[in-house]
């Protein structure tokens, strides 16, 4: 059973460029969340959606960014017009549908974002 | 709001010594704590957790924390670490509940010195 994969591993953009991230859940999840990882920082929560929904977006930032999470095919984070300082580590996590009170998040490698 | 704090940002140790990582946090209500440890570029990975019971809990490489609710701590110790130790250690909270919004500290470089 594979585990959480992301791609690309490492991406480059310019400024001004759109940056996307993809995101494939493990085998059987159909919840998905997203974290960032600015230097020298720990994770911030950024993004919850399960299958074609977005559940909670609290921690995106209001403008250039998106997500989604359709019925087929990844998950994927968007950022548009990127800036400098959007270059960061981008972790997906996935989990099972709720059962009960835990769900454990399962995470993928990230994607070290970079931009010029 | 949930928070954490770890206030070591690094903490370097020699080979086969003990080690502390320090970690509070902060709710107004019920909690799961987490400690989560990191490789270089790598993902996270889940290293222990405390859900209920036992306020002690171990993992299968030797760590152990301990859960304080008087203290609001989630300390992770290890009575001798090992150079493979070398890594990046998060501290992390939720609360119960099926979607689990997971609050992270800012992380604890550790570095084993042989």
């Known amino acids: 059973n594979a585990g959480v994969m992301q791609n690309p591993r490492h991406l480059v953009r310019r400024r001004g460029q759109e940056a996307r991230l993809r995101c494939s859940p493990m085998?059987?999840?159909?919840?998905v969340y997203w974290y960032r990882q600015l230097p020298e920082e720990g994770l911030k929560f950024m993004v919850y959606?399960?299958?074609?929904?977005?559940?909670?977006e609290s921690g995106m930032p209001k403008e250039r960014f998106s997500a989604e999470f359709p019925k087929e095919g990844p998950s994927i984070l968007r950022i548009q017009q990127v800036v400098r300082g959007d270059s960061a580590a981008y972790f997906c996590?996935?989990?099972?549908?709720?059962?009960?009170?835990?769900?454990?998040?399962?995470f993928g490698p990230g994607t070290r974002l970079t931009v010029l | 709001a949930q928070s954490v704090t770890q206030l070591d940002s690094q903490v370097p140790v020699f080979e086969e010594a003990p080690v502390e990582l320090r970690c509070n946090y902060s709710?107004?209500?019920?909690?799961?704590l987490f400690w989560y440890v990191q490789y270089p570029n790598q993902g996270l990975q889940l290293l222990l957790k405390?859900?209920?019971?036992?306020?002690l809990v171990e993992s299968i490489n030797g760590f152990e924390a301990e859960f304080n609710k008087s203290q609001t701590s989630f300390h992770l110790r290890k009575p001798s670490v090992h150079i493979s130790d070398t890594a990046e250690y998060f501290c992390?909270?939720?609360?119960?509940?099926?979607?689990?919004?997971?609050?992270f500290g800012t992380g604890t470089k550790l570095q084993v010195i042989p």
């Open positions: 992390a909270v939720s609360s119960p509940g099926g979607y689990q919004k997971v609050t």
């Open positions: 996590a996935s989990s099972r549908a709720d059962r009960g009170d835990y769900n454990e998040q399962f």
């Open positions: 085998k059987g999840h159909s919840h």
């Open positions: 709710s107004s209500v019920s909690v799961y």
């Open positions: 959606l399960q299958k074609e929904n977005i559940i909670d």
């Open positions: 405390y859900l209920s019971g036992s306020t």
